[in-house]
């Protein structure tokens, strides 16, 4: 049987939905003692080391870029921006160059007639606690290609042409902009009706213990968050999961229906983000990591000369539950909790996002959709008041009772060393000032869901931040 | 009055639609002799020159790359292309480096009820016969901007932030990806209602107008096919237009319609293009023009040691009606006119296009879909059997009386030269076998017109191609 022969009214949304409803899964009913087993059975450890401890990794002789030996995987360059947005000018950053497509792909099957999702407790160097659940395949082109000579990915095969299974989402999504140059993902959902067999560290979970999961700090990993935001859902039958605000959650219904009312039509966004890529000079220019003003490099770090934004670091790793294995790697960790938030509101009954485009560094497409704030706070309080994010007052200011969600979610832990970020979604009401500024706009779920159909529309956290929004009905 | 009002359904397609019916404009009814009164006012010489000739431009010391002092505009660099597709394996060729977004913009206003574009009568150095209808507006950010010093661009504050009038059409389309290094323009159409002066060089024509120009050789320049290619049509009351094949244009109509059968839904579409973009290793890096194997650059002209694919040249160019200007840059020309065609065949009565997913070495997104055939033909004589173009026979051979588009079209004038394409449409009927190849899928012009509301999706080639399908209702 498939997602449509379930009698969901034949629409793959609409099985999606009935697994969201579904809070405690007959396949893994403890969730919670299956993790705690699956971390004691783990060896884990990861060290910071000094760069010329790093092996198979070296400093380019020239152009002081932190590269790989075998010529793959991915480097460590610097990256020249030159742009007339909000007079900034022009400046120059460490980045991450690895432009090849990965794979981030969820097994989808049904149990008795309930859509589960196939995951995996992962280890990554990052975490701030070791295992986080990842997709069923979490791999970069070098992993399936075996650049690395390790071993194969398992279920590559329902991913990978010719491929077992039914496509229910694909496409190709950006992530951190700010930290990556062009790095995207291919995020896939696949459904398999035949036996799948059930290997250690995986397990199968309903969408609504995902959810749930979800409200929690750091167990859902963020290649886990943006393949289940492009799950298109719409409004389910039965009350509410969880303490819910009974007008918020209305209007959040509303907004995930196919036929609603919206502020601006998907043309009008369509033309306004053109707009945002077309009005500004914004040219990307490689330049040698050594050439990059204003960092520098130590024994340990590449650092910013004022302490902002991140640094580049190098790890070891020792991994493992039978077999384990050890190496090396540059990493990237921010030097502070990240800031997002969305604030939505209300408007003739249907709930929208007020959405910010923006534009980053290493963002292929020049702009993507963001939320509406996205900062390291103290990172722009050296700004003058017209380059400070925009809400920010907003946010810090909430009144608990309209905050209708808020956790600490990690970044990427395969590139991104302890990187959290602090996710809101702010219910400002309906007092809320209606007009706003020429780069941000009011947009529902649904339209931002229609979006995610395409590439490269909503970034990395505007996507997280609408996997939470689901875990809100 | 705006298009929506005049009682065409309040559909925008269908006052496009009802300009198209109408071939005769009541505002440039003479329009060959406007033309050529055009021609006879406009003094316009081009020479070609050796590259030590060129004033303002110069290769670049180290590098060896072509560029101009002002360090804008555009240059002339190498890339290199490293893949896994049919064995190519990497390749290194020159390349037009211009990553700026210029706009391509058409004003449309309604005279008596029927919508009319404003075209210019615009001369380009590449032009084989100096004269082109090109958009109301054609100026990239350069000449926007005015980093050449030159006058102003006429009518661009119609397209301008904060802008007159209500964009009809507005997506950012790629041009030539085997010449141009991510080069991508603004297509816009914009609507006016209000009294807009007509300059010099200006006219007014009914989109029927067009189409039968769009059947002539070299008339219709690119920049004007390409906006027309994205504005949507539906099936049109009344006859056909020309002399038709009335099983062919059935199909077509239905092709055109809102609710159609289709072979693939547009998410398998995207899901599939998706597949071709992931699939394959396509790495693409920056080499000096020095550096750029098996081309030799010479005192005229930078070529290929077999005399294939293009030459990188210069000219002398001297134009003006009443102001003369002259000014000398660099160009590209083709070795041979170029063959592109689709191939058509109506599945269920519902006319479908043997659409390409092709990867070009200049193409921001990796693939992009392309017409059936895409060639220069003897560029491709060498090449063993698997990788020449698919298709290339059935085009070579295909009967008289089944072909129905077939014109030779400039590409860009200002940047090529004498650059000429064969375009045609062949209509390969109902015994043609229906199973393709994988990179090939038949999709309907509503589907395409639909992703035409995105960026990159469409190549340059099959946008020309969409636009002269509609000139065979």
């Known amino acids: 049987m498939t997602i449509t022969d379930l009698g969901f009214g034949g629409s793959t949304s609409r099985g999606f939905t009935v697994s969201a409803q579904i809070l405690t899964g007959e396949q893994t009913p403890d969730l919670a003692g299956w993790l705690a087993e699956r971390l004691r059975a783990t060896r884990f450890e990861v060290e910071r080391i000094p760069f010329d401890r790093l092996n198979g990794w070296y400093f380019e002789p020239g152009s002081g870029n932190l590269v790989h030996s075998s010529g793959k995987y991915f480097a ?83 991913f990978m042409h010719p491929r077992r299974g039914r496509v229910l989402v694909d496409s190709i999504q950006s992530e951190q902009g700010s930290w990556f140059l062009y790095k995207r993902n291919r995020n896939m959902v696949v459904e398999v009706t035949e036996d799948v067999p059930l290997l250690e560290n995986f397990c199968w979970l309903t969408i609504g213990q995902v959810h749930e999961l979800l409200r929690l700090n750091n167990v859902i990993n963020m290649d886990t968050r943006t393949v289940l935001a492009c799950v298109p859902f719409e409004p389910p039958n039965g009350g509410p999961r969880t303490e819910v605000d009974e007008t918020y959650r209305q209007a959040l219904l509303c907004s995930l229906a196919r036929d609603q009312w919206s502020m601006h039509t998907v043309d009008e966004i369509l033309s306004w983000m053109t707009e945002a890529k077309a009005r500004y000079r914004f040219a990307r220019q490689y330049v040698p990591l050594s050439a990059v003003d204003r960092w520098k490099r130590g024994e340990t770090a590449i650092s910013h000369e004022n302490g902002r934004y991140f640094d580049v670091i190098a790890v070891d790793v020792m991994a493992g539950n039978r077999e384990v294995v050890r190496w090396t790697q540059p990493m990237l960790t921010p030097v502070e909790q990240g800031r997002v ?77 302890h990187a959290e970020t602090r996710y809101q979604i702010i219910d400002v009401g309906e007092d809320f000032e209606l007009a706003v500024p020429d780069d941000f706009r009011w947009i529902t779920v649904r339209q931002l869901t229609e979006l995610l159909r395409h590439s490269n529309y909503l970034n990395i956290q505007a996507r997280s931040m609408l996997a939470a929004l689901h875990t809100t009905w």
Chains 1, 2 share one sequence.
């Open 76 to 158: 460590i360059e610097g990256l020249q921006v030159s742009t007339d947005l909000n007079d900034r000018d022009s400046w120059m950053q460490p980045i991450i160059n690895q432009p090849e497509i990965g794979v981030l792909g969820i097994i989808v099957k049904s149990f008795h007639g309930v859509p589960h999702f196939l995951l995996q407790a992962k280890m990554e160097p990052g975490n701030v606690n070791t295992l986080q659940l990842s997709p069923t395949v979490q791999a970069t082109r070098s992993n399936y290609t075996r650049v690395h000579g390790g071993g194969t990915v398992p279920y590559l095969e329902y």
């Open 341 to 417: 938030a969305f604030l939505v509101r209300s408007i003739n009954g249907v709930l929208h996002l007020l959405v910010h485009v923006r534009l980053e560094a290493g963002v292929l497409n020049i702009a993507e959709l963001a939320p509406t704030l996205q900062c390291s706070p103290t990172n722009t309080s050296h700004l003058p008041e017209h380059q400070r994010p925009r809400y920010l007052d907003d946010v810090l200011n909430a009144d608990p009772a309209r905050i209708r969600y808020d956790a600490v979610q990690s970044e990427e832990g395969g590139r991104f060393y």
